[in-house]
């Protein structure tokens, strides 16, 4: 028989924060940066917790150097070499401390890890990233990558429910990602009927976490600054986004025109673009995951970066939270049917 949660789970779109009495005389007073000491690796991370995601596209060693000029976070893709590694690490030692070398769960991939962290001993955090953290193998791979680099800082996801975040805690993880299936050119709720409405999901998650001393990053459904503020009221310790740092400079790909428009290409990474590009194909066991779409141009992502920070900033004033760190603690959401007013698009 199955069960059903009768709960109401909600989404971004799905509420409002709201405002409350401020001491805070500008935006500028709000501290965003956060001084976070993690429970396995003892390691202690100084920075604004924003993150590019680790997909092929957004998460370039460009993006890395753009973001960490404001001290943000860029979690790198798992393609390129240890040499590659190696020449960007020397030319931009400062950006060593914002940036996660990835991996999957494979042979391969734990190999790969292995020479860039060797390659490179500035490298401190590790995003191990599967598209289903429920396997018992991740959970073993977790363990495994913990043992060989016991002094590294491990992200580890995707995952949506508080059990889970407990169980890769306790294998060695330090910060788990949340989120299957709300990202922008993801498909995982239409192919597989899997999922959990991105607010909720963090919000139990950072409970689950937090009991254990341990860290969540939202993982997708952001659409703009508002969303990135939302994800960290409902308690979340990063928030990561690809969609948002698409279309840039800094992404990978060349700029297309079409009549007379500008476009970049930015795909999920179970899509068949990417499979193609990476693995040959898609399997046969399996379906794609993801979208292949075209971005409109952005230009330099130091705009869209100050479009987000300056939004935390204004969201935190509003709520009266001086510091990032403080804003779950001054969050109250407000459940609404609507809110925008899109007579204008």
Known sequence: M???VNEIKLDFKD??????RSTLRSRSDVNLHRNITFRNSKQTYVGVPVMASNMDTVGTFEMAKALAKYSLFTCIHKYYSPDEWKKFSQENPECLKHVAASAGMGENDFNRLSEVLQAVPGITFICLDVANGY????VDFVRKVRTNFPSHTIIAGNVVTGE???ELILSGADIIKVGIGPGSVCTTRMKTGVGYPQLSAV????DAAHGLQGHIISDGGC????????????GADFVMAGGMFAGHDQCDGEVIEKNGKKFKLFYGMSSQTAMERHAGGVADY??????TVEVPYKGNVEATIQDILGGLRSACTYTGAGKLKELPRR??????TQQLNNIYT
Do not use: W, Y
């Open 2 to 4: 199955p069960n059903i």
């Open 15 to 20: 509420v409002l924060l709201r405002p409350k």
């Open 135 to 138: 396997s018992q193998h991740f």
């Open 164 to 166: 889970m975040v407990e």
């Open 203 to 206: 919000i139990e998650c950072a």
């Open 223 to 234: 659409t703009c600054a508002g969303d990135v503020a939302k994800a960290f009221g409902a």
């Open 286 to 291: 399996r379906a794609s995951e993801g979208k």
């Open 331 to 336: 969050a109250t959401f407000i459940r609404c």
